[in-house]
């Protein structure tokens, strides 16, 4: 092991206060020294069945305590975890297990009907399965018989921690890849802007592939407090949701906007007390005021921030909401570079913005991805190499997001670039959407666009156009994607038409497309 | 309300999709059945086709994680 890693913090914990609870789930819990040493046994079960360092092994678990074990265990080992999401379709989980060259997982009996439907050439060992399922285990009992302490790994703060994988527009998602030492700088940052400490009861609500969960790991963990982590149901059931916030006395949570619209107006806060809740940190999508200014009234000591960053450079700018919020409905700033962030703001010419004009935000961040993995072209086009002060150009990543500086000193969001959209919290390249239903044989065109939900964000629909000789119906098509997409990215509706509307250029009209949808739905 | 009409909704309207099975005892959550967004949809759906009030206490995962609970939920809803 050389330098800080990401996991030196349990190793650290273990010693200074190793019967601290360090993750929690519905009421049974694993201290520090517990994670240390259950996640010791299992790097070196990783390492027996052939775990080399800077393999990738996926994490295909449903959130529990053996999730966190997972994490830490595939970092001693010096390998680099790879969330896979439960919900999602076997095929995408294939793309994802051959993309990266999974040779590992680490699953369980309650994902075992994924496991058998899955389709892939790779001969995968599975930990953490004791049902019959077609690939090689690694049985349990060998692992619990696993010396208690790290495997002797050779580990530098450069090497991958994690690659998380997100929409990309070709149809196929794409791998983040991150280093220990981003990782370190995104939990610092986290650690100390919440100003986290051992009695903190942190709530890991994001599923592991999403970034937010790297705060709620990481940044406790730093701070050697608690990770109560969530179970995936509760987050659907607004109610549920504030009664563990509660129960638990959670004291603070990195969320999206629509998780607390929803909490708010559907009353679910009225009946609790929630005052143990000291910071909200949300991202992800843009919070109107309006609704904003509803929940910190209800929440009158919650300190409230909005935390901007692309998965690729998380936590790159954030802004401390301050008290009373201001009225008028103008958007919320994304607030200042953080310390481990600088950015430029270029037009169509890759050129430096005058003061205040609107362009492209380019950011350099200690917490930068190394770039996608396996994916060379896209890693051309995602960023910009500007001359640095040596020999080496100074890299840039384009993050797509307009921005303009105003004159507080604040950057405000106006925008996308491209065809990214965000759907509570998700992100989703609508080109995919539009791809995963091109590949239906009997569709000519497909078109997706998002109209405004009622929570602040965006719902999907799809307008198509079918082969007239076919029988092809809504559900036949919404059926076929949603073995291609994750959940979050399949249409809320899906309309077949006669035609697509185009513009004179060529391109589908998908504004005149909405505006017509909204006419009309 | 039947189990069968409940079942029926669920996969007709909520999944688009009339082709799916579900069992009484599936868990709806978990098999990504339904999402954050469906649940309301589908309370909703309840609150007009059996003339009642679901409080928003009432929408949590004891109640509607499967047919058979929500089935439950509702005859003593509508006792009450």
């Known amino acids: 092991m050389k330098g800080f890693l990401i996991h030196s913090p349990l190793l650290h914990y273990a010693q200074q206060t190793p019967d601290h609870p360090a993750l929690s789930f519905q009421g049974t819990q694993l201290s520090y020294q517990e994670l240390d040493t259950s996640s010791s046994q299992l790097a070196h079960a990783l390492v027996n069945a052939g775990a080399l360092p800077q393999d990738r092994i996926g994490i295909f678990l449903h959130k529990g305590l053996e999730l966190g074990v997972a994490i830490y265990a595939i970092l001693k080992a010096g390998c680099a975890f790879v969330p896979l999401d439960p919900f999602m379709p076997a095929e995408r989980l294939a793309y994802i297990i051959d993309d990266c060259d999974i040779n590992i997982l680490v699953s369980s009996d309650a994902l075992i009907k994924t496991l058998s439907q899955l389709t892939t050439s790779r001969s995968l060992k599975i930990a953490g399965v004791s049902a019959d399922i077609p690939f090689e285990k690694i049985e349990r009992d060998t692992i619990s018989d696993q010396p208690e302490y790290p495997p002797e790994v050779i580990i530098t703060d450069q090497y991958l921690g994690y690659i998380m994988y997100t929409s990309g527009s070709t149809g196929n998602p794409k791998g983040m890849m991150h280093t220990h030492s981003g990782s370190i700088c995104y939990a610092n940052w986290g650690k100390d802007h919440v100003q986290l400490t051992y009695t903190d009861r942190v709530a890991s609500h994001a599923p592991l592939h999403f970034d937010l969960s790297i705060f709620d790991f990481f940044s406790t963990l730093r701070a050697g407090a608690t990770v109560v982590l969530v179970p995936e149901t509760v987050t659907k059931f607004p109610a549920s949701w504030t009664k563990l916030i509660a129960d638990e006395k959670i004291t603070a949570v990195f969320t999206v906007p629509y998780t607390l619209i929803t909490m708010y107006e559907q009353g679910a806060m009225d009946s609790r007390d929630l005052s143990s809740l000291r910071w909200i940190l949300f991202g992800g999508e843009p919070y109107p005021r309006r609704q904003l200014r509803q929940i910190m009234t209800a929440l009158p000591n919650t300190q409230f921030t909005n935390v901007y960053g692309p998965a690729e450079a998380p936590s790159c700018t954030c802004y401390d909401i301050p008290r009373p919020l201001s009225d008028g409905d103008h958007p919320l700033p994304i607030g200042r570079l953080s310390l481990n962030s600088e950015g430029l703001v270029i037009n169509q010419d890759d050129e430096e913005c005058r003061a205040g004009e609107a362009g492209e935000l380019c950011i350099r961040s200690s917490t930068l991805t190394r770039g996608y993995w396996n994916k060379p072209d896209l890693n051309s086009k995602a960023f910009l190499y500007k001359p640095g002060p040596g020999p080496f150009p100074t890299v840039y990543f384009r993050t797509g997001d307009r921005v303009q500086m105003g004159d507080d000193g604040y950057l405000r969001f106006l925008g996308r670039m491209d065809r990214m959209v965000k759907t509570r919290g998700h992100r989703v390249e609508l080109d995919e959407v539009e791809s995963a239903l091109g590949s239906h044989n009997n569709v000519i065109e497909a078109a997706a666009f998002v109209i405004p939900d009622q929570h602040a964000s965006h719902s999907i629909i799809a307008a198509v156009t079918v082969r007239i000789s076919s029988d092809t119906n809504p559900a036949d098509l919404i059926m076929h994607i949603r073995a291609k997409l994750p959940p979050y990215a399949v249409p809320q509706d899906l309309i077949i038409v006669q035609s697509l509307p185009h513009t004179s250029s060529g391109k589908v009209d998908r504004r005149q497309l909405t505006e017509h949808y909204l006419q009309n739905h | ?80």
């Open chain 2, 1 to 80: 309300m039947k189990t069968e009409t409940l079942r029926q909704y669920i996969c007709t309207t909520l999944l688009n999709n009339a082709g799916t099975t579900i069992a009484d005892d599936e868990d709806l959550l978990m098999s990504g059945i339904l999402d954050s967004i469906s649940v309301m949809k589908l309370a909703s759906h309840l609150e007009s086709e059996c003339n009642i009030a679901i409080p928003a206490e009432d929408i949590v995962l004891e109640n509607f994680s499967t047919l058979a609970q929500i089935q439950q939920y509702l005859e003593q809803r509508m006792k009450g």
